[in-house]
């Protein structure tokens, strides 16, 4: 009988930590992130823009910093307020929030682009952020009159 009780205890204490475990991060102390949305219109040019959904469930805020790809000389991040287009060097990514990169709004710009991508490849990128590690995407070139129906 004792030994039953015994196991019953240890059981219940096994299932109140799997309880607080959740995914590994009890306080919801760190950023937890996710891509989503990303495209980039075939470019006309030697530069292109990026678009995409950066998704952050945990509870602590981040910043995307810095974007590197090898189809580019450069990659910037830009801010777009009104008719004013700005290079920063980040971007917050709220705590459960989003950040969003779409026309018209803020986006990356591909500068000094090796070749020109065409519509049905994709463009390999590498996102930094201050404080989560690295985040590789496959963005899928799209039309150069893409307009995404989701709205990120």
Known sequence: MRHLAVSAAVAAGALALTACGGSGDPGGTKADLSVSSSYIPQPVSDMAAGFLTIVN???????????????????????????????????????????????????????????????????????????????????PVKPATYQPMNGH
């Open 57 to 139: 469930k945990g509870g602590a805020k981040d910043a995307l910093t810095s974007v590197t790809s090898d189809a580019a000389g450069s990659v910037t991040l830009h801010r777009t307020a009104g008719q004013s287009m700005r290079q920063v060097t980040s971007l917050d990514v709220p705590a459960h929030g989003r950040l969003v990169l779409e026309t018209g709004g803020n986006h990356l710009m591909f500068e000094k682009l090796k070749r020109k991508p065409k519509q049905g490849e994709k463009v390999t990128v590498e996102l930094h952020f201050a404080d989560s590690g690295p985040i590789k995407v496959e963005m």
